[in-house]
């Protein structure tokens, strides 16, 4: 059986779900948020990382023939992600 129940909405409903769901109170000190986010700081052996471009992989291998950008344009991509990175960062 399920409950509805209300939320600070704060912008951290799926942490604050998972704390009611482990602890059953919600996480008012966003102890569950700084250990998610220091997981994926830190991401310790590249784990997060290579689970990602493993997924990335696999997606882009389903992508049918016809929808796939041509090297030009992927080229063309990179290089402008590339301006964008150094102009902002």
């Keep these: 059986m399920y409950n509805c129940l209300s939320d600070t909405g704060d ?19 966003m102890l569950l948020r700084r250990l998610v986010y220091l997981s994926l700081v830190e991401d310790f052996g590249n784990a997060f990382r290579k689970r990602w471009k493993s997924e990335r992989m ?8 016809g929808m796939k950008l041509s090297k030009k344009v992927n080229r063309s991509c990179r290089i402008s992600q590339c301006y964008v990175r150094n102009i902002f960062w």
């Design 58 to 65: 696999r997606l882009d291998n389903e992508v049918p023939e």
């Design 11 to 29: 912008g951290n409903c799926l942490l604050h779900a998972v704390s009611l769901a482990i602890w059953g109170v919600p996480d008012e000190a």
